[in-house]
């Protein structure tokens, strides 16, 4: 076992810190009350896709889809490569490229697509409920080792599956000042710190969540325990989040290096075992984070990709917004943050102390995708808040005004739901106006049917990007304009596929892009320039071969009609 300092000292006397022994084995009201919250967590965020497949109007066609449409269509078209090759392409851009990509969850799905002959929408709909039982039952085990006391457990575990920030705020400020939108949607709408959020939309990173906690709960294992065993088992659950989503292993690693840190300032020598625990996790993790660091170096198609990280504008909220967009919950942890849990006696309390306080460094670091590193710290804030709420808020309550207690407590635990709250009831008034870009008409879904049945792989097809987006998803076609970060050049690309469909450009002009960028089909909707004008003005140089409803498919070479 570690060698302890006598001198140091835990969160309290009445630490609910789980001690580094033995695990308990749980009682029959803490698994119905385990199972209370998952079901809750499961049947709360189903209802709108529930609603929305009721209800989809005969002309429509619902994604399956909940929310941030242009990145899951990203990852589906993905799936579909890799559902019958190793490799995938980037068909969200127009420049031809070699299959160079893999990742393995979309890798895994879409091999299973191809064998059950499901579509992507059955596919993420189950996606997503397996990675709610996933990310939830990590958690739960990871408060198991590190959360002392039944009633202590299921609160952390509560907050983890239900805390979210203060983000309302703004919508109320939206409708007192009668803005268009709400100021600050980032501090609303980033996932990766609200369980709750990812539960309802995001699958992938309810995997990776899952995976990352498990990586670091298995080095916690193996220290208390001093086995290697579990940091071998640790390092192939960091390989496995290397290829599929690694940037958390930036996470991981710093965490894990602080936390190695900690230990030995605590215990006045080199803690050999977690040493030794490093380097097996490093050799296992070593290969899938060269592969992706040489693609990004070497392929011009995958590293314009992460350069374009910063189109979308999505970066952490800056410290002063940090308390809006974390809430009540981070509030309620750093008031049960003690300086001395950095030298507890506990690993596991100097761990959690470790992961709370790396993330206010990693979020900032200068890098595109920071805001991804917010990813996991739901998991210390939960553990520390619920410190705050039983060890200090309510103990200090009933000492002095025993009657504020269950008003308080109600209050707090309101304040920590209530933007979840609303995110969960804006996908039904979002859901219910049956528009783009949750939805499809018909004849856009005919369109891309008919290029599903036409169109290959040496095949570009431009159109506005509302449209394009869908193209690499339900055909083997690139698509000229389909996504911020994966169409080279974006906002380039983005005003020439509105040249292109302007009646008002030349045949000339509109010929040199479609010929630049080896375009053949070129797909116009009635919003996106009325037929009665821009087929007159492509005339001789774009032959319709496609026509249902609003939506027009021309060719750019050898004109055959259907």
Known sequence: MAVTNPHSSSISSESVIAPDTAISKPKRGEWHGVALILLTVLILTSLPFIFAYATTPDDRHFTGVMFNIPDHNQYFAWMRDLAHESLAPNRLTAEPNEPAFFNLLWWSVGRFGALAGWDYATLFGSLRILAIFFFLGVAYLFFRITVDGQRQRLLTFGLFAFGGGLGIMWVVVKYLQRLPDAPFPFDIYTSEPNSFFIALAFPHFGIALGLLVAMIGLVLFAQQRQQLRYAFAAGLVGALIGLQHAYDLLTIATILGLFG??????????????FKSGLIIALLTAPPVAYLSYLVLTDATWGGKLAQFDNAGAFTPNLLHLPILMGVPLLLALAAFRPRMLQSRKDSEILIAAWFL???VLIYLPLKFQIHLLLGWQIPIAILAAVALRKQIGPALAKRIPRLVGPVMVGLVGLCVVTNAYILAWRFIDLGRYEAPYYLTQNELAALNWLDTNATRNDVVLSVLEFGQHIPVHTDARAFLAHWAGTLDFFTKQEMAAKVIDPALSNQERQAILEQFAVTYVVV??????AATFMPAAAGRLTPVF???????????EPTLP
């Open 261 to 274: 840190l900690l230990i030995w300032l605590r215990d006045r020598r080199f803690p050999l075992f977690l």
């Open 547 to 557: 026509q249902q409803g609003d939506v027009t498919i021309f060719r750019t070479s």
């Open 525 to 530: 909707r009635e919003q996106d320039s009325p």
């Open 358 to 360: 790396a993330h206010f």
